[in-house]
């Protein structure tokens, strides 16, 4: 079982950067790792994802933008934002799903954290 804390989140200029970061309280090797967002009114969405063999997946509103990066050391997985835009803001949050050669949007998350807020604004 995982404990999972986000932080990174704060206020940031549109065209802006940031780096989110999703720290575990155990090894995370064997987890996909996705990172969701949610608005007030709206659904959470799936933002981007990386397995435990490295592979990647990203929402299409992210692509080219967002890069997630895990570093299975430090037990911690990046979501590295650039050329944010207002509709970015969101709370952001990650989750470890148990399964070794995939991610995806859709599957049953395991463990969740509680979330670090994105403001993008001018």
């Known amino acids: 079982q995982l404990q999972l804390v986000e932080s990174g989140g704060g206020l940031v200029q549109p065209g802006g950067s940031l780096r989110l970061s999703c720290a575990a309280s155990?090894?995370?090797?064997?987890?996909?790792i996705g990172w969701f967002r949610q608005t007030p009114g709206k659904e959470r969405e799936g933002v981007a994802c990386i397995s435990s063999n490295g592979a990647t997946d990203y929402a299409d509103f992210v692509k080219g933008r967002f890069t997630i990066i895990r570093d299975n050391a430090r037990s911690t997985v990046y979501l590295q934002m650039s050329g944010l835009k207002p509709e970015d803001r969101a709370v952001y949050y990650c989750?470890?799903?148990?399964?070794?050669?995939?991610?995806?949007?859709?599957?049953?998350?395991?463990?969740w954290g509680q979330g670090t807020q994105v403001t993008v604004s001018s």
């Open positions: 989750a470890a799903e148990y399964v070794s050669s995939h991610c995806a949007f859709y599957a049953e998350y395991d463990y």
């Open positions: 155990g090894f995370i090797d064997n987890y996909a």
